[in-house]
């Protein structure tokens, strides 16, 4: 299978790195700009089909990538990236500088979750990226790319503390990573992602409502995809956010493997009295981690 590439206007390209070997489920971006840059870089297992990608549009050398957080299906195929190309800076949360040069707490914390069977065969073994290659972002800084075009990055915790969004003020265009949730293409509604230790509802609220005040002409987000009608999907996802919540607190007393069943069959019979069709609805519930979302919320409410 051949990574698919998808031009915008202002030279932005949306680069589907096939996660888990299927199309739809993991977007890096590259603004092709004077001095370019790539947004995301996907899981170690992906590295082949960025490049490729990559390659595909006469790339041969990437000078900087900006990560939004430490997740590894975001930032899992750093080491690998910054081996490729020489003086690759990667621009990522100051925890980056912690743990991308010794990612066992990374991929410690994900394989609790996940299992490190499953990690290793669906995201890929991940590499250590040398300190001297990781720049720490901060709020608001400024990458300048050229022709008085600029991408901004802002602190934007909830989903993760260690979370950055990306602001890029040609296209308008804000780079989510997870900070909306989850939209399969195409799905023109939000699917929340609230995962534990950090998802933060008051953190995450004041985070979208940053983002609401921006001038914004689309939402660009990892999981998947460039979407029209920024202002309206944040309202969906501040909505559907505060659903889940509800439900989860109604079912206190269960599981989470449980609640976990419960939160699906709600969640599905939601789409279905939407009249989402169905290969839609699957595409959401064959990749979603619903005990994963409770325990985010359950965490939260402790
Ligand atoms: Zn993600």
Not at 62 to 82: E, P, W
Not at 274 to 282: F, G, H, S, Y
């Amino acid at each position: 299978m051949e990574p698919s590439v998808i031009k915008f206007d202002n030279n932005l390209y949306q680069i589907d790195v096939l996660m888990e070997g299927k199309p739809g489920r993991m977007s890096c971006y590259y603004i092709d700009s004077v001095n370019p840059i790539l947004i995301e870089v996907g899981p170690s297992n992906s590295f082949p089909y960025l490049i490729s990608a990559l390659e595909s549009l006469g790339i041969q050398n990437v000078k900087r990538s900006a990560i939004t957080h430490l997740h590894l299906d975001h930032v899992g195929g750093i080491g690998h990236v910054v081996e490729k190309y020489r003086d690759h800076f990667v621009y990522v949360h100051e925890l980056g500088l912690k743990h991308l040069p010794n990612p066992e707490k990374l991929w410690n914390a994900v394989a609790s979750i996940y299992t490190e069977d499953w990690l290793k065969e669906n995201w890929g073994k991940i590499k250590a990226t040398p300190i001297q290659n990781i720049k720490s972002l901060s709020d608001g800084h400024s990458f300048d790319l050229g022709d008085k075009r600029n991408l901004i990055s802002l602190y934007s915790p909830g989903h993760a503390k260690h979370h950055y969004t990306f602001y890029d003020t040609s296209s308008k265009t804000i780079f989510m990573g997870d900070t909306l949730g989850l939209i399969y293409p195409h799905g023109d509604f939000v699917q929340p992602n609230l995962p534990p230790p950090d998802f933060n509802k008051d953190q995450l609220f004041k985070s979208l409502e940053d983002i609401s005040k921006l001038e914004l002409n689309a939402v660009a987000i990892a999981h998947f995809g460039i979407h029209e009608k920024p202002y309206e999907l944040i309202e969906n996802s501040i909505k559907n956010i505060e659903m889940w919540i509800d439900f989860t607190k109604e079912i206190n007393d269960l599981s989470n493997q449980e609640a976990a069943t419960k939160l699906s069959v709600w969640v599905k019979n939601n789409y279905m009295s939407l009249n989402i069709d169905t290969e839609t609805i699957d595409n959401y519930m064959k990749n979603s981690n619903f005990e994963m979302q409770i325990v985010g919320i359950r965490n939260s409410l402790n």
